[in-house]
């Protein structure tokens, strides 16, 4: 099981949208529906804001959306604001268990 | 609403084994609903999944961490537990206990994170 590639780093300005890419296998992402993503301030644990790719809890605004494109899904934050200044991981099943990407840094400049 | 609380020595010396609990409340720990998770994060950036254990006993140890985990729980006190033997620098790390959903697809709740430090 290796880790889902995801970049380092995104930023946009207040209002924009950003999209953070996670990429695996067919082993992973692209076998399964299993696709989470976590939302992570700084010295606070992680939560979660999408599931099974497209899917929302309760009470996560419904400007972060999730997708998925053969190996490769997405999420995206639209009307960015300050408070979205946090790191963000993505999640998949793997078949035999469960892996993460390195996470992103998203910057609200 | 599940609650979860890690406590546990925050120093631990090398070859040594790195004991923490995880206490639940707000939700039963044997409500079949959750299988009871260790998830730790080492410098601050990517997680990495342990393993768990469902209220039954049954268990999953991540096959990187296999040889050296043991996830046990205890119905009575609302706590699992997570033993991982002969440790090293490398595990120095954020602990954090959650709950894989009945679907066993995604995290959905999470206690505050305890740092373990391994050193002499």
């Known amino acids: 099981q290796s880790a889902l590639t995801q970049p380092p780093s995104a930023s946009a300005s207040p209002g924009q949208s950003v999209t953070i890419s996670c990429t695996g296998t067919?082993?992973?992402?692209?076998?399964?529906?299993?696709v989470s993503w976590y939302q992570q301030h700084p010295g606070k644990a992680p939560k979660l804001m999408i599931y099974e790719v497209t899917k929302r809890p309760s009470g996560v605004p419904d400007r972060f959306s999730g997708s998925k494109s053969g190996n490769t899904a997405s999420l995206t934050v639209s009307g960015l604001q300050s408070d979205d200044e946090a790191d963000y991981h993505c999640s998949s099943y793997a078949g035999n268990g469960w892996i993460f990407g390195g996470g992103t840094r998203l910057t609200v400049l | 609403q599940v609650q979860l609380q890690e406590s546990g020595p925050g120093l631990v010396q090398p070859s040594q084994t790195l004991s923490l609990t995880c206490t639940v409340s707000?939700?039963?720990?044997?409500?079949?609903?959750?299988?009871w998770s260790w998830i730790r994060q080492r410098s601050g950036k990517g997680l990495e999944y342990i393993g768990y254990?469902?209220?039954?006993?049954?268990?999953y140890y991540s096959p990187s961490l296999k040889s050296r985990i043991t996830i046990s729980v205890d119905t009575s006190k609302s706590q699992f537990s997570l033993k991982l033997s002969s440790v090293t620098a490398a595990d120095t790390a954020v602990y954090y206990c959650?709950?894989?959903?009945?679907?066993?697809?995604?995290?959905?709740?999470w206690g505050q994170g305890t740092l373990v430090t391994v050193s002499s």
């Open positions: 707000g939700g039963s720990i044997s409500s079949g609903v959750h299988y």
């Open positions: 959650a709950t894989l959903n009945d679907d066993g697809d995604y995290f959905d709740y």
């Open positions: 067919s082993s992973d992402v692209g076998g399964y529906n299993y």
């Open positions: 254990i469902y209220y039954s006993g049954n268990t």
